[in-house]
């Protein structure tokens, strides 16, 4: 589902504003208001980091390629569903 969205594009071509893999990705759930700051990581890499998210887990997918402003209604695994806000993206 979410390669229905993808871009193709080569790293000087991607905006700094954009989600890419070890992106620092600060996003609020706009139905609770919490804001989360996360790495967006490779499974091999999230050893030893807390405020790590996986590229394979769902949310880790969701989130690769929006850009600051960018809202995205995410389903839950029960079934609701959540709306998640790019609010920063920093590079490592």
């Given at each position: ?24 990705v600060?996003f609020?759930?706009?139905e ?9 990581c ?7 980091r807390?405020?790590?998210?996986s ?25 609701k ?12």
């Amino acid at each position: 589902m979410e390669l229905a969205r993808a871009q193709v594009l080569g790293n000087d071509e991607i905006p700094d504003d954009v989600v890419q893999m070890n992106s620092r990705v600060t996003f609020e759930v706009t139905e609770t208001g919490k804001t989360f700051e996360r790495m967006l990581c490779y499974p091999h890499q999230m050893e030893g980091r807390d405020n790590a998210i996986s590229i394979v887990a769902p949310i880790g997918q969701a989130l690769l390629g929006l850009r600051v402003g960018q809202t995205i209604d995410w389903r839950l695994p029960d079934g609701k569903h959540s709306h998640v806000k790019i609010v920063q993206v920093t590079h490592a």
